[in-house]
Nanobody
Framework: VQLQASGGGLVQAGGSLRLSCAAS????????VGWFRQAPGKEREFVTG????????SYADSVKDRFTISRDKAKNTVALQMNSLKPEDTAVYYC?????????????????WGQGTLVTVSS
């Protein structure tokens, strides 16, 4: 499975971006998908995850009520809608396919990772 994350860019604080994660080579429809981010000099952190069906989602407290994860199983994609962006959201965002059906904040239970897409939020 290869994951391709896209949609990053430069946006002003308060703006929005929509990231997309596309899978190729094999469907990830039976697996959870997570989004993680890594800011310069910081460890990779969990942002949000969605279970295999799309019926259950989880969010880091820092992005709750601002970010929304969704999946389109027919298109084999997962999207991350990011609203009310803050400078502290600046990071490289990675999508990852989980080993299991349910999402987890633990990066060790994600097997395949995309290459990352840079999100920069200016103040």
């Amino acid at each position: 499975v290869q994951l391709q994350a896209s949609g990053g860019g430069l946006v002003q604080a308060g703006g929005s971006l929509r990231l997309s994660c596309a899978a190729s080579g094999r469907t990830f429809s039976n697996n959870a998908v997570g989004w993680f981010r890594q800011a310069p000099g910081k460890e990779r952190e969990f942002v949000t995850g969605i279970n295999w069906s799309g019926g259950t989602t989880s969010y880091a407290d820092s992005v709750k009520d601002r970010f929304t994860i969704s999946r389109d199983k027919a298109k084999n994609t997962v999207a991350l809608q990011m609203n009310s962006l803050k400078p502290e959201d600046t990071a490289v965002y990675y999508c990852a396919q989980g080993l299991y059906a349910n999402a987890s904040p633990n990066p060790r239970v994600y097997r395949y990772w995309g290459q990352g897409t840079l999100v920069t939020v200016s103040s």
